[in-house]
């Protein structure tokens, strides 16, 4: 039952990138970032009241600065900047970073289905962003990369503050801290440069206003309540089988809302990276 509630929160955020392409193509990533992160903090802040305690600001700033207010401007570059079903697809290759990330920093070196799971991947990665058969954007691409390391490392430092203050604590104040720095950030960039932004003001649309809200209650307040509140029940190789649907959704999101389409090698090489990201899981659970 817990793995079903997991693909809840996995679905909308696969649907972040064609969402976003859709409601709001032209809006600065810093801005939409802003609008995801701080309304859905103060949300949660409203319906359960918390108040860190003052040795626990310190973490809470980091974890706020890596996990929202960076991670949340790097995906809404690339939702931006690449095909949602590419962006979707390519955020199942977060195995590989976080393997090598742990044997680098915790010396964990990996099992060898790890490792053949891992140059499995970067493989099928390799293919499917070849230069030669799809155009990508660079800037959308290295978006990419910074937004697996967040995701990497915000990981670790969650679960480190998991068990030493309330997960509700930890959901509702890196949400507000990370908004509170995109909301600085965003007013600089806008002094320096404040078209964009007031034409986002000024040209506010009902299909604006539709594809924030989804961002905010269903992508951020929802699916992070049940992220967090999951994780607390369950295995995180347990949700990782619910996170299958997360390029899933990416790629029929990209297909339904954008019209984008691929070759039946491109698809199959998405295919063979969603299959092959749950190859240590799928033996783990079957033949242990």
């Not at 359960?48 to 973490?59: D, Q, S």
């Not at 320096?192 to 000024?202: G, H, I, N, Q, T």
Request: charged fraction near 5%.
């Amino acid at each position: 039952m817990n793995i079903l509630l997991a693909m809840i929160p996995a679905f909308f955020w696969g649907t972040t990138y064609a969402v976003t392409q859709y409601t709001v193509p032209d809006w600065p990533p810093i801005l939409l970032g802003v609008l995801r992160a701080l309304p859905a903090g103060l949300l949660l802040l409203a319906i359960k009241p918390t108040l860190p305690k003052k040795h626990e600001w310190r973490a809470l700033l980091v974890l706020g600065t890596i996990n929202i207010a960076l991670f949340f401007c790097l995906v809404f570059v690339m939702a931006l900047t690449l095909p949602a079903a590419i962006s979707g697809v390519g955020m199942v290759s977060l195995p590989v970073f976080a393997m090598l990330y742990s044997w680098v920093v915790y010396k964990r070196r990996p099992n060898a289905l790890q490792v053949c799971r891992g140059l499995a991947l970067v493989a099928l990665a390799w293919l499917l962003f070849n230069p030669a058969t799809i155009t990508l954007n660079p800037v959308g691409l290295i978006a990419m990369l910074s937004a697996i390391m967040c995701i990497v490392i915000g990981s670790s430092v969650t679960k480190a503050l998991g068990t030493r203050m309330h997960w509700w604590t930890v959901l509702t104040w890196q949400l507000i801290i990370g908004g509170v720095i995109l909301t600085i950030v965003s007013a600089v960039m806008a002094s320096l440069d404040p078209e964009p932004y007031l034409s986002a003001v000024r040209n506010t649309s009902l299909t604006n206003i539709l594809g924030l809200l989804w961002v905010i209650i269903l992508n951020t307040a929802l699916s992070y309540t049940m992220y967090v509140w999951l994780l607390q029940r369950m295995s995180v190789v347990d949700f990782t089988f619910g996170n299958i649907i997360n390029p899933i959704a990416g790629i029929l999101s990209g297909l339904i809302l954008l019209g984008e389409s691929f070759t039946p090698v491109q698809y199959s090489l998405m295919l063979g990276m969603i299959l092959v990201s749950l190859l240590p899981q799928l033996v783990m659970k079957f033949f242990k």
